[in-house]
Nanobody, 123 residues
């Protein structure tokens, strides 16, 4: 069992930055691919980024590539999402999730989810 708690969301102006954190419980954090997803009002949940167990491999959606950076610190059981050059269309609830699948971009492959943190980007 893995419990995930996101933090770091908030209100920011377009062009600004935020760093989201995802703290995981348990001793098995390093055995999971960690992913970030987001869901905007009235829209389906979408993949944002994922990092492999070691953090050596990453994947990004085209909409955030070059602006967002996913990372993890296995010693601290924490994953991060650094978001730069934020745009109003990045406004959403952001969720972190854990998967046994290698670097999956599919939400259905993720077994554990956090409660989400709101990110709002004003124009």
């Amino acid at each position: 069992q893995v419990q995930l708690v996101e933090s770091g969301g908030g209100l920011v102006q377009a062009g600004g930055s935020l760093r989201l954190s995802c703290a995981a419980s348990g001793r098995t954090f390093s055995t999971y691919t960690m992913g970030w997803f987001r869901q905007a009002p009235g829209k389906e949940r979408e993949f944002v980024a994922a990092t492999s167990r070691s953090g050596g491999d990453t994947a990004y959606s085209n909409s955030v590539k070059g602006r967002f950076t996913i990372s993890r610190d296995n010693a601290k059981n924490t994953a991060y999402l650094q978001m730069n050059s934020l745009k109003p269309e990045d406004t959403a609830v952001y969720y972190c999730a854990a998967s046994r699948r290698y670097l999956s971009v599919k939400g259905l492959d993720y077994e554990y989810w956090g409660q989400g943190t709101q990110v709002t980007v004003s124009s």
